[in-house]
Every structure is written in structure tokens, then in C-alpha cells.
């Protein structure tokens, strides 16, 4: 077993003229895996494979992996020993960096331990300099070593580039792992959580049976003690749209660091703005982390590479074993990525299951994706007789998962509830820039039809219903365990979504959604592979493909069963992307109508939204099963200074409410400039969020203030009247709207017609 690592990245030629879409080859050369292998270290016996999948991005298509990795087996000439090591980089120089932590800190590490053994003189000092505290010193040792390095290196510029590290140091002789970290990539640990036969923790009915648990903590400015240390060296911790003026700074927080872990940055990470690290001095370098291997400039505001570690005994209950770069936890919690892998029961199956799900994820909320790298351990036995002699002959706390060290201060050794308390909050809606780009598309393509579009006025769940094998329902199951949308409906609510799916048998060639769309489906791969096609901003789909591929959805029974279109769940946002049938295949389709009359729009959000609704006068003559139904159609869109909501003269199809507080804060938003247009104060509120400046019949101008729960735009449903806007409502700073368009308002009167 020779080591494995990540391929150096190939730089390739820039394109002239607009982006031309990867072929299936370079789409599968995005992708980098390897066989399962399987092997015994000393008393543990384990499969392990590793995958990393090259981002996406439209606007630099030969932007090369900064993701890298390393699997070290006999690792410092040890046979019952591994290292496992995976590497994040960032910055004009990331991969390169990453590329130089792998090529570099293995062969820092294992010269450091191999050294520490040839200055024991007695089986004694061998016991115990071979345990934690040596392992813990090296560990230390190498990473500033490895940091000082790269500096020094002319191969590369790690002023303002660097890489995370993730390494996991298996030493078989004693069944313990050591978890070493610097930065925001993860290792997690699934630990079986109840008795039963099935494989890698599996339930009889499918449900993963494996607790997950972090073994490392993210180092990233969410962290109360990270801000602290990074602020007592001169650190500014600000997002983005702090840095802007668009969102307020708590100065209270900044001055005294808050009380709470993470309550920096809870909201503002929702639209994809972690706060950062910045210089006192100027707007850089802006790390969304507190610890990294380069980052030169950034190392002057604390942000250092020295890691922070976890040392603990493997056990029987320990099952599976996940170390991965933020790619993967931008959108998937621990629990998640467990519950996917214990599906498998090879890792390497487990990997292409996770690694696609996360990319699948950041195409549905991003206009791009991260580098994903993954790699997988299913551990299948811990052998402890071999150990036992070892293990009394040492120190007492030596069983411990939690150690302690004072060789350096800011270290930190934690055990599992400590970690599980602080992983970063998983994002959960789409991003700013992923929501203007879907309000222009609603505007381009507003006359086209989704290509399996029609009116959901006469959904009958009855009709809908059919019946599905208990294999059928298990494979729908495991394609929807790790969406968020579907982690909180009841047992009877997921009974019936399961009954209402729609069998879809399509051909090749066939277009399932198309670009630009209303879409009102959600789909999952039962079999056959499906391309993702994407027109960029700004061009047309001259050859009426759908434009570049980006992805290749692959489900096949008995193994991955990937989904696309979550969205079209929540609201009739346009598709950003086209989905066309590579190949013969099988489908299972649930209708936006349907799944809402399942969980009956209860959520406290809509229900906000009905006590706008109530105030708008145009639906005084609404029941309240009416307004129910009619906030089921509230869609959310987010805005900045300088955009432009809606223009005086345009045809309107939408009104107009603003959100109160939600993922925004403070919310000083807009300004009217109207003559005619009809704004609504729904409550009274004391901070103005809008102006609206009207001219008065002897020409002077007149002001209206509104703010959050306030709408504008009714004027367009005004029979008789005004089919245009009336007014330009321009946002002066960071808003999110609800827009409840025409079509559907009709929707709505038409069933109460019936």
C-alpha cells in the first residue's frame, strides 16, 4: 500500500470570447477518486476512499482545485499506523498552497515523531513519550514548521493565499485516533446509537442509527474565543456587508466580544456573509477563518497555524469517520453527512453520495460551487485485547478523548460535547447574488412555460396518490433524509409525500426544466443520468442546448438516488438551470401544490405574512382560508443599496412587502419617488424604512415613511386602473421583500369561484 494524494492542479489557457462548456470528459475530470482500500492497523480494521470534485465557476471555467488531500499508510515507518489529511486552500496561490501542506507536512510530521522515538532510552520513556504528549508536541512542531516553510518558499506567494488542514493520525497499536486542525475544514465521527444488525448502522426501516460527532471545532470568527484572541492583535471582525455600511456593527459586541458563542453572524451567514478578519488599517485580508497554513498579512491579525487537537481511543460503537473541507458543510450539518454515508457499504459509494448531494446543494443556492474533497473511513473492527497491557501501564487519564497542554497557550484540546456545541451554522437560504440573478431571469423569461408546467388550481391529492413498494418508498427516503426542506414535516406528512410522488419514465434528450422557468416540481434520480445545463448572465443559448453542462446528475437502484429543484417547493422562482435526460431514465416528481397543502403552510413566516395580507384592501372580502392560501405563495427576494425594485411606467405582474427583520437586521431600505402609487402602512413602527416622495397637486413634494410589514405596488390590481407601476421603490441598503404575483392572487379567486 503505497500513499495516495490529490493530483497536482494543471493550469489551463483562459478562453477569449464568451464561456464554452465542459465537455463529459472534463466533466468527469473534475472529479478525482480512487478504489476502496481495505486494511488492518494494528487492532483496527477499516475501508477507506477519498473523492474531490472541482468547483464550478461561470466566471473563471479554468479555475483549477484547490482542494487537496493525502493518505499516508505506515505512516512515520510504522505499519500500524495512518495519517489521513485534508487540505483547503484559498487565495490566487490556494491550490498551491494546499499542494505544498500535502507534499510537506506528512514528511514534517513523520520526521518529528521518528525522532522523538530515537531519544526514548527505556521501554518506560517509550510508553509514555510514545502517547499523546509526544504525538500532541510533533503534531505542533510540523505545522509551524511547515507554515515557516512556505513562507520562505519562492514557488509560491502565501502572503494572501493559504490552506486549512484536517488531518486524522491513526495509531493502530493503541485502537487511538488524533485529530489535528487549522482552519474551517471538518473531521466527524458516527458512533452507533442503538443496537441492530443492519450494516454501518443502519435501521431495519433506513434511517441512519449513528450519532454524529464533531472531532474538530471550526476555527472561524462564529467563535467567541477565536474573535478575542484575533481582536487583541489588532482584528476588525466584520461581514462584508458590515464593511459596506449595509448592515449595522453591534459596537457593544465589538467592544466587550459578546456573551453568547455565536451570535456573530447567525443572521448574516443565512445569505452566504460570514463575518471576517480585517486589518484596523484597510479593508483586508478578510479570512472567514481565525486559523490557516500561509496567509502571511493575516498572521499579523492572529490568525495562525497552529492547530488545535482531539486524541481518543476508537471503540466498537465507532463506525464511520469523515474528514472533509467546508465544501461539504456549507449546506449539510455532521448528522447529514453520517446519515448518508451509513446508506453505503462501500465508502467509496458513500463519498460520490456526499460529495454530489453538497455539490447539488451550492448549485440550488449559489451561482457557483465550491471545491469538494472528501474522504471516507468505515471502521469495521477495534480489536482491544492487544492494547489492554499497554493501555494500564500508563498514565491514569490516558482513556480520556480530552488532553491538555501547556507547551502552547492557545491551543485547545476538547472532547465531543465541546465540539458538537460550536460548528458553524449550515446555510439554509440562497444567496444574495443567487437571488438577483433569479429576479432577472423571471424578467427574461416571464413568457416562457416550465416544461412540465400546469395550473395547480385542480391538485387533488387523492388523484395524485399511487401506490409504491416498501423498496420505492426506501429509496425516496434516502434521497430526501439530508434536504433541509424535509427535516422538519411530521411521520403522516412524510407517509403522504411519499404517496403523492409522481413515477416519471423520460428519454433520452428529453428536457425535464428548463432555464429561466417557474418551476413547480421537485425531483429525485431513481435511475438514469440527467446533464445541468446553464446559460451565463448576460448570454444567449444561441444552439438551444440550455448551454454549458455543469453537472451530471447519475442514479442508479441500490445506490445514489441524487434530487435537483428544492426550490420550486418554496415558491415559483425561476429554474436556474436546465435539466436534460443524458440517458433513458426514471424519475419521482412532487408537485409545489402539493407538498404545501401536505404541510399546510403553517410556518410562522407565512403566518406573518396573512397579517399583512389582512391589511391590504384589495382582499378585504378574503376569508381567512383564503389569506392561508394565498400566503402559501409569498416568495422571498433579497435586495441592495442602489437596486432598483420596481420602476415607474413598467408593467407590473407583483406587490410588494417589506420582510420585518428576518435575515436583514436593521432594515434602512428604500426610497419611493411617486406621483400616484398606493403604499400601505400595515403596522405602526418607529424606524422609517421607506421613503415614499410623492408631488402634490401645487407641485410640492410629499414624504410618507414606511418600514417593515409596509407594501407597495397594489396599484397594479386595481380593476380598471393602472396595469404599471405607479412609483420607483429604490433600495438604499441591504432588504428582503415578499412579492405575491398576479397569477397567483388569481389562482387564489379562481378556487373561490369554485
Known sequence: ????????????????????????????????????????????????????????????????????????????????????????????????????????????????????????????????????????????????????????????????????????????????????????????????????????????????????????????????????????????????????????????????DGAAEMVLGEEIDEGGDPPRIWSPNGDYPGTAFTRSIGDGIAEELGVTAEPEMLSRELTGEDKIIVLASDGVFEFLTNQSVVDICAKFSDPLEACRAVVAESYELWLQYELRTDDITMICIFIDDVNTSHVSSQVTSESPDLKSSAISTSSVDSIHIVDDELVTATCRPVRRNISLEKSRALEKMKTKYSSLKDVTDEPDDEIDLDKLQNEKTAEEKARISEAIRASVIFQNITDNQRDLIYDVMEPMHVKKGQWIIRQGTKGDRFYIVDDGSFEVRIVPEGHEDVNKDGGNVVHVYTGSRGKSHPSFGELALLHSAPRAASIIAQTDGSLWALHRAAFKKIVNGDKQYKRDGEKVLRKISNFNSFTEDDLK??????????????????????????????????????????????????????????????????????????????????????????????????CTVRAKGKVTCWILQKSDIKRVIGRRKK
Not at 486494511?39 to 482542494?67: E, H, I, L, W
Not at 417589506?658 to 403604499?679: D, H, M, P, Y
Request: one cysteine or more; charged letters at 25%; hydrophobic letters at 30%.
Open 1 to 256: 500500500m503505497g500513499c495516495t494524494s490529490s493530483a497536482p492542479s494543471k493550469q489551463r489557457k483562459l478562453p477569449s470570447g464568451p464561456p464554452v462548456g465542459p465537455s463529459k470528459i472534463e466533466i468527469d475530470q473534475r472529479i478525482e477518486c480512487g478504489e476502496t482500500v481495505k486494511a488492518t492497523f494494528g487492532g483496527v480494521s477499516v475501508r477507506y476512499a477519498y473523492m474531490s470534485q472541482r468547483g464550478y465557476y461561470p466566471d473563471d471555467s479554468s479555475k483549477p482545485n484547490q482542494d487537496s488531500y493525502t493518505i499516508n499508510p505506515s505512516f512515520a515507518s510504522r505499519p500500524s499506523d495512518i495519517l489521513f489529511g485534508v487540505f483547503d486552500g484559498h487565495g490566487r496561490d490556494g491550490d498551491k498552497c494546499a499542494h505544498y501542506v500535502r507534499d510537506n507536512l506528512p514528511s514534517l510530521l513523520a520526521k518529528a515523531v521518528i525522532n522523538s522515538r530515537k531519544r526514548q532510552t527505556s521501554s518506560i520513556d517509550s510508553l509514555e513519550n510514545s502517547g499523546k504528549e509526544m504525538i500532541q508536541d510533533a503534531i505542533i512542531k510540523s505545522h509551524i514548521e511547515c507554515n515557516k516553510r512556505m513562507h520562505a518558499s519562492q514557488e509560491l506567494d502565501s502572503t494572501l493565499s493559504g490552506t486549512t488542514s484536517i488531518s486524522v493520525y491513526l495509531h493502530g497499536d493503541r485502537n487511538r485516533i488524533t485529530v489535528s486542525n487549522v482552519g474551517d475544514s471538518r473531521a466527524v465521527i458516527g458512533r452507533k446509537a442503538e443496537k441492530d444488525n443492519a450494516p454501518n448502522g443502519t435501521t431495519k426501516s433506513g434511517s441512519s442509527a449513528l450519532k454524529a460527532f464533531a472531532l474538530s471545532r471550526d476555527q472561524t470568527p462564529y467563535r467567541r474565543d477565536e474573535r478575542i484572541r484575533c481582536r487583541k492583535a489588532g482584528a476588525r471582525v466584520l461581514s462584508l456587508d458590515q464593511i459596506e455600511g449595509l448592515e449595522p456593527v453591534d459596537e457593544e459586541e465589538e467592544l466587550e
Open 629 to 726: 392560501d394565498l400566503a402559501s405563495y409569498l416568495c422571498e427576494a433579497k435586495y441592495v443599496s442602489g437596486d432598483i425594485i420596481i420602476k415607474e411606467g413598467e408593467p407590473g405582474d407583483s406587490i410588494f412587502i417589506i420582510r420585518s427583520g428576518g435575515v436583514c437586521g436593521k432594515l434602512t431600505i428604500a426610497v419611493c419617488f411617486c406621483f400616484r402609487c398606493q403604499i400601505g402602512q400595515a403596522f405602526s413602527s418607529s424606524q422609517s424604512n421607506i421613503e415614499c416622495v410623492q408631488t402634490g397637486a401645487d407641485g410640492s413634494q410629499i414624504t410618507t415613511s414606511l418600514s417593515g410589514n409596509d407594501f407597495f405596488g397594489t396599484e397594479v390590481l386595481e380593476q380598471g386602473g393602472t396595469k404599471e407601476y405607479a
